[in-house]
């Protein structure tokens, strides 16, 4: 079963009522997987518009840094998969393009 897009799921969960197609719409029915991540979305917008300008970052500590260092792995040698020097931070134009997706409308 091929889900939605995630790009799709974030505007459907922000209320773009035109964001999903008809058959994506009845992908969303049915597909327990995709309505528990436009759930999980709309209770993080939802958390987001909570937030004020009064509301501050804080540095995590050290340890906090440690931990997620431990619980990363680096990509295996040779996947292709490491992002080439300064290109950090640069969207990949292939996930852009793919980010709407041709709907088979009839
Ligand atoms: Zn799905």
């Known amino acids: 079963m091929k889900h939605i897009d995630a790009g799709l799921l974030v505007a459907h969960a922000l209320g773009d009522d035109a964001a999903l197609c008809t058959e994506e719409l009845h992908h969303l029915a049915v597909c327990g997987q995709c309505l528990q991540e436009v ?61 709407f997706p041709r709907c088979h409308r009839s």
């Open 39 to 99: 759930e999980e979305l709309r209770h993080l917008a939802a958390t987001g518009r909570l937030l004020s300008a009064d509301d501050q970052l804080v540095q995590p500590s050290a340890v906090v840094w440690d931990r997620i260092r431990a619980g990363l792995h680096p990509p295996p040698a040779g996947s292709g998969r490491r992002r080439p020097a300064g290109g950090a931070g640069r969207p990949d134009r292939r996930l852009r393009a793919s980010r």
